[in-house]
């Protein structure tokens, strides 16, 4: 059972990327899964998640209109597509899963990616 998020790396301010969540050893479909970050010095903090099969998102204010989660079943991905980046968006990025509950709190979570760096340059 194994998640890997890729994807971060260094872009400037307004820019965009696309964060992916591979899931091996199981099947993503039957987790709700969600994106947390943390900023050096900070608390972990929930970004957005998706529940399972169904789809349904919910995002912080923060993220709203900017960052989108999507799935691709096919290749057991999850994914966090982040536009109109800000300086405030730098921080490790966390793709988690959840095999009964979902939404932004880490307790729901029982799989835990390793995490990958954004860093958002003004």
């Known amino acids: 059972f194994q998640l890997q998020a890729s994807g971060g790396g260094l872009v400037q301010s307004g820019g965009s990327l696309r964060l992916s969540c591979v899931g091996s050893?199981?099947?993503?479909?039957?987790?709700?899964v969600a994106w947390f970050r943390q900023a050096p010095g900070k608390e972990r903090e929930g970004v957005g998640c998706?529940?399972?099969?169904?789809?349904?998102?919910y995002y912080t204010d923060s993220a709203m209109g900017r960052f989108t989660i999507s799935r691709d079943a096919a290749k057991n991905t999850a994914y966090l597509q982040m536009n109109s980046l800000r300086s405030e968006d730098t921080a490790i990025y966390y793709c988690?899963?959840?095999?009964?509950?979902?939404?932004?709190?880490?307790?729901?979570?029982?799989?835990w990616g390793q995490g990958t760096q954004v860093t958002v340059s003004s």
């Open positions: 988690a899963v959840s095999k009964m509950g979902w939404g932004l709190s880490t307790h729901h979570y029982d799989y």
């Open positions: 050893g199981f099947n993503l479909d039957y987790y709700a």
């Open positions: 998706v529940s399972r099969s169904a789809g349904d998102t």
